[in-house]
């Protein structure tokens, strides 16, 4: 598995077990596989433009673990001083993502399920959803 090269970002592999006639087993335990107490999951699926840029913002303290569970996702995550972009296709193959990164996702197929387990409640509050502001902050902290 690669190493990342920015902060707060690495990519997870979960176990799988079974076998092409019993299909496939894939599991991530809290604070385990999962580096977070998970308090939330959501998922996004039925893509009908293939072209379109998904998440496009930042959180101030939440983590989270992303998994492709079906078809193809690609992340394109920034801190601010660097960039990464990490192709997810295989549904035990995910992505960590900590607090202060900007994440894009692109790249979908029309069978792309994506699975998202958080560390936290949704809040508005801990978004930022402009990348000059993201900028900002990385630079200056929160005002
Ligand atoms: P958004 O963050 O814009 O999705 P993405 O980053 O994948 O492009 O979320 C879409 C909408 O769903 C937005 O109005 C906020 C809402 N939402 C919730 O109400 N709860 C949640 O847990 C999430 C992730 C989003």
Redesign the pocket.
């Known amino acids: 598995m690669r190493s990342l090269n920015i902060r707060n970002c690495r990519l997870i592999e979960l176990p799988k077990i079974g076998d092409d006639k019993r299909g496939f087993l894939s599991i991530g335990e809290s604070r385990k596989d999962i580096p977070f107490e998970i308090k ?1 999951i ?1 998922y ?1 699926y039925k893509i009908g433009d293939l072209s379109v840029v ?4 930042a959180h101030k303290k939440l983590e989270q673990a992303f998994f492709c569970i079906h078809g193809k996702v690609t992340f394109l995550v920034d801190d601010g001083e660097r960039r990464e972009e990490i192709e997810l296709k295989e549904p035990n193959k995910g992505l960590y993502i900590g607090p202060k990164l900007w994440h894009n ?1 692109i790249g979908f197929s029309k069978d792309t399920v994506i699975l ?1 387990v ?1 560390s936290d409640y ?1 809040n ?1 509050g801990d ?1 930022i959803r402009d990348y000059d502001k993201f900028v900002d902050y990385m630079h200056k902290g929160e005002k």
């Not at 998904?54 to 913002?57: D, I, L, T, V, Y």
């Open positions: 939330r959501y996004i998904r998440g496009q913002h996702m998202a958080a949704y508005e978004y």
